[in-house]
Structure formats: structure tokens, C-alpha cells
């Protein structure tokens, strides 16, 4: 992708400017446009980054973002953009921008903004055109506030997103905020914008406030319930996951502890002959009677946590709750025996109801009418007489089987009573004391030589470690049974509630669809940062070497908290040294080179960027950028872009323009390679 042509027109001090930069090929991709402090290089850049992004590049521009608003500040330094001897009648100002892509496929953009008499630019006032394809045909782009949009779209598809731009366009002192963050939250900041993460932030965070407003549509307090009762039930999702998610990176850390565990009794062993096998026996031991313990310790927690509430209720509670139970499975019973009836019921007075049944029967249709009204009657009668007893069923949410399970579960809880949790208990401390005993043995059987004492130091530190993670695991696992028994009561209770909302159906299933759409967006930004780590590290590292000149720093690594690591050859952090200034730019260079790397074929577009870097550095970040498959613009100084820098820039060197000022207004001639902006 190339810029190829710019075009300005009463904008700042250009009343016409007519860039046409010559089409850089791959060997000649660097573009230098040179002018004194005010001759208009910065005014370049903002017209670039308006063109494109309109109000929404308000942002990057920081004469117009500085001290208000966004809308406050575009506005207003639109207003003070207008050239100064247009002002006094209705005008306008306008930029053009046309890229062409290694296809030869053109991209042309215009935007034109409309003043009033008295300099002033409305909201409305505003038009953009945009020519596409090889032909340049004029695209076709909607009225009113769907033009924003689609031009943002059609810019993002062809050319860059704005989210991207500051990394592509930017002028020295956006390089020198950045370089003066810390580096983690340069990192994060960079990654984050480059993958989309604060707008997927801000649709799963729509998406959520959708589906709640939609729950609390509902009449009464329902919904608001309802939405309680959904958030707590995706919360209570997120700690057994999060729970899940613990208890799986212990298991992972747990084995190859345990293989060194193993490695080392054997080395222990080796050294002291025939007490390798008492060594090995003592440890099979000690697992073996650990999992006994283990399962004892689960079934006890088991049994306190679910069992022992049940029995405290008492058995004339629970008979009840099994009463009911049974209840509401008789009245579904009957419920259901009535449906079917009623079905044949209605099947059989409509035959008898039809015309030749009324004349085989002798009966005429006014007769036929008080007959079945008679017999509905009689019909509903016989239905009332069935005992009503208890007929309204409270566990809903019960189906058959899960009415069974229920059922069996509390009669069971009949056998369990002090004796048999006490029992329990007893057992749990037992096996406890034996895994105890098991590791004073181990702890007897050291070695006494120094090689034996190492080793028996390391066995004792690996198995703190592991006894440490176990206890760890088996708190998780505790936490995790308490989070999955109020997951299952509170999901029980959302289906109660939801069952008796039949008619707001489809409301609860978009507000659910929104919900779980959420839910993925989430977990879509939780995994994205990890897994461009890698790439963005050695983006880094390979702009960073390549402009840094002390040449100490060997990788540079991110983690997946952001956290930066700078790395020497034999793996130390040169973080822990305070980098000075200029370290400090190179690596903003670097991070941004990298985004721009990985994130578009944009042209990249400086202005002013090396004023506080010496000789060496602003030597190796020329070379570096030149060095990119893409077009580099500089828009520099005279000072910063001297001969010295120029010879070593003509090999790349596609073109060099010289701006200029007199008389209040500027323009521009191009200067030859040869000649160089400076010389």
C-alpha cells in the first residue's frame, strides 16, 4: 500500500498544495518531506489523519484534542485550519488522499469541510468522496449518520483502522509520551489496541447491559430477580471454571515434581545400594496410604457439605418433602390422564355431533345442543370428584427421574447418623497419622555422606512443594464442591423462575443469546494477548537490537501479564538497570515498528521523530525503518536530516520534498535524490 498523492486545499497556510509522490518501489520505499519549524510538515500530518478518520481521528491529533472534548476540538480546530484568506465568506476546506495497493488498485478518499461567512464549521457541514478499483469509480456512500459509519468501515477494510493509527502516524512528541510509560503498560496498551481488545470490551459490555435491560422489561419485580439470579449463576460459572482452571495448572506443576521426586530416591538409592529399594518401598507406601487419605478426607467433606444438612433436617421433614414428592408425581399422573381424556372426550362429542349422527339418532341440532351441554356437565363433574387433595404440584422444576433420584437420596440419608460421620472422622485422622508416620521414615533414611545430604535436602524441598500444591488442590477441590452445590441450587432456582415466564419466552432468549455471545467475547480477549505473545516479542527484539547500539539486550520477551523482560545472553534482566532516555524512545520505536509489522501494509508517517536521539541512534532507526517493506514518510527538519544522514538513506531514497513559506502561505519543490533536502 502506497500514498501516493496528496492534495490540500485552503487548509492551514497551503491555499493549494499538490503532493504527487513518485511510486516508491521495493527498493526505493522512503519518502522525505523537509521544512522549517511552522512551514507546515505537522499541518501535513493532521490533514492526513482528519482525511482519513474524520472526527473519530480528533484523538490523535493533539492540537485538537488537548484541554475538551473530542466534538469541541474537532470543531473548533477545524475552524482555526481554514486558511486565513478565505475567511470573511462561504468556503471551504478540503484534503485528498489516494493510495495505490501492489495491484495497481487505487484508493482515493476526499473530505471537505464547509464554513460559514464567519469561519464557523457545524457538525453536518462535512462531505466525503471515495473513488475505488482501476477505474476510479465514485462510491456510492449514504446520507446522514450512516455516512460516518461506512466510511470508518471502508477505510479500516482498505486502508487502516483507527484503532492501529497511532502507531502508523504519529509525530515526535506522541513517540516521547510513550516512551515516557512505563514499558509493561506501553506493552499492554499496544497489543491491546492492535487486537481490537477495548472494542470487543465495549461490545461484550453492550451486550451484557442488552440482556439485562431486556430481563428487566418483565413486569413486577420478575425481572429483576431473574436478573440477579442469571448473574449469579454466570459468577458462580466463572469460579468453578477459574476453580478448574487452578486445579488444572497444579495437576500440570504436580508431575514433573513428582518425576524429579522419583529421579531423586533413585540417585539417593544408588548411592547407598540395598537402601534404594527400602527408599523406593517407603514412598510407594506413602502414595498409596496419601490416596487412601485423599479419598477418606473427600468422602468425609462429601458427607458434611451435602449428607449431614439433609440429616440435621430430621426424618419428619424429610418424610414430608418425599410426601410431596410423591404428590406431584400423582398429580402429573393425573394431570396427564386428563389431557389424554379430554382429547378423546372432544374426538367423541364432535362425531356424535355431526349431521347424519343427529339423524341416525333421532335427535335434532337444538336438542343436540342441550344434550352436550349436559354431558360437558356431567364430564367436568366426574373430574371434581377426583380428590384435589394437595393438587398443586411445588417442584415444578422436578422432572420423573430426577424425582427418583431425589426420593432415593433422602431415604438413604435415613442410615447415616453420628456413629457413622464420627467413624468417618476417625478414619480420615488415621490414615492421616500413617502418611505422617511414612514421611518420618523417609526423613530417617537420609544419607550422611554430602552428596546423600544434598540430595536428601532436595527430596525434603520437593516434597514441601508437592505436600504444599496437594493441600493447595485439596482446598481448591473443597471450594470447588461448595461452588458446584449453590451453582446447582441456584440453577434449579433460575429454571423455577423461568418456567413460570412462558410468555416472555422470546424476550429471555435474546437476552440469553446476548448473554452467551458475551460470555465468548470474554473468553475471545482472555486467550487473544497470549497468543500474539510470541510474534510481538520478536518483533521487539528484532527492532530493538537493530536500533539499539549497546547491543547488550539478546531477546526480549513479553508474559503473558505484559510484563517486559529485556534479556541478556545468559538470561538476566537488564530491566533491573534504569534505562536512560534515548533506551527508553528506541524501544517505543521498536514497539511500534513491531504493531505495524504484524498489524497492516499502511505506509508509515513521522514527523519530527529524532530531535533527542544522538548521531548513532538516529543512524540506526533511519536504517531500521528504511529497512521495512512498506513506504516510510519522514517529515523532518532540516537539522535532524542532514547529508550524513541523507547519503545513508539514498539507497532507499524514492523522494525528497522541500516545503516552503513566504508571504503567510506555503508550498512545496521537489528536491532530486542527488541533491538530497539538506545539502
Known sequence: MRLTHIQLRNWKAFPSLDLNLERPSAHRNVVIIEGSNGYGKTSLLEAIILCLYGREGVGLVGRASSGGRPDVGYDAFLERALYQGVRGRDSNASVELTFDDDGDVRFAIQRIWYFTSTGRHRRADEEVRIWEGPNEDLVPLPHGDELASEVRDLVARRLLPARLAPFFLFDGEHLDRLAGVDLDQQVRLALQYALGIPILRKLSDDLKSYARDSRRQLKGGTGNQLDELTRLVADLNQQSRDHTTKLD?????????????????????????????????????????????????????????????????????????????????????????????????????????????????????????????????????????????????LHTHLGEADRHLVDERLRTIETLGAEAIAQMAQEAERADAAVAAVDRQIADQRGTDEASQRLADRLREIQAVIGSLE?????????????????????????????????????????????????????????????????????????????????????????????VSMLDDVGRDLRELDPSAGESQIFAFALMAAIATIGAPFPIILDTPLARLDHDHRER????????????????????????YLDLLRPRLGAVIQLTHEGGRSAHHPASRQQGASA
Open 471 to 563: 493441600e493447595e488442590s485439596r482446598s481448591l477441590a473443597r471450594s470447588l464442591d461448595a461452588v458446584c452445590a449453590e451453582l446447582a441450587s441456584k440453577d434449579r432456582e433460575l429454571a423455577k423462575t423461568r418456567s413460570n415466564l412462558d410468555a416472555d419466552a422470546p424476550l429471555l432468549l435474546r437476552a440469553d443469546r446476548a448473554d452467551a455471545v458475551s460470555r465468548i467475547i470474554a473468553t475471545l480477549i482472555e486467550r487473544l494477548f497470549p497468543l500474539n505473545l510470541d510474534v510481538l516479542s520478536a518483533e521487539i527484539t528484532r527492532g530493538y537490537r537493530a536500533m539499539a547500539h549497546k547491543g547488550v539486550v539478546s531477546e526480549i520477551r513479553i508474559g503473558v501479564d505484559g510484563k
Open 249 to 393: 495448572a497444579i495437576a500440570q506443576a504436580l508431575t514433573p515434581l513428582r518425576a524429579e521426586r522419583d529421579e531423586t530416591v533413585a540417585r539417593i538409592g544408588s548411592l547407598h545400594g540395598d537402601s534404594y529399594a527400602s527408599f523406593k518401598r517407603l514412598f510407594e507406601e506413602r502414595e498409596q496410604r496419601g490416596r487412601v487419605r485423599d479419598a477418606l478426607q473427600d468422602r468425609l467433606r462429601q458427607t458434611l457439605s451435602f449428607d449431614l444438612a439433609l440429616a440435621l433436617a430430621g426424618p419428619d421433614l424429610r418424610q414430608a418433602a418425599r410426601e410431596q414428592i410423591a404428590r406431584d408425581a400423582s398429580v402429573e399422573q393425573r394431570e396427564f390422564t386428563r389431557s389424554v381424556s379430554d382429547s378423546h372426550y372432544r374426538d367423541i362429542v364432535a362425531r356424535l355431533g355431526q349431521r347424519h349422527e343427529l339423524e341416525r339418532a333421532g335427535l335434532k341440532p337444538a336438542q343436540w345442543a342441550m344434550f352436550e351441554q349436559r354431558l360437558r356437565a356431567i364430564w367436568s363433574e366426574v373430574w371434581s370428584n377426583e380428590d384435589t387433595a394437595g393438587s398443586e404440584r
Open 621 to 644: 532507526v533511519l536504517r531500521y525503518f528504511a529497512s521495512l517493506e512498506r513506504q516510510i514518510v519522514f517529515l523532518s527538519q532540516p537539522a535532524e536530516l542532514s547529508s550524513r
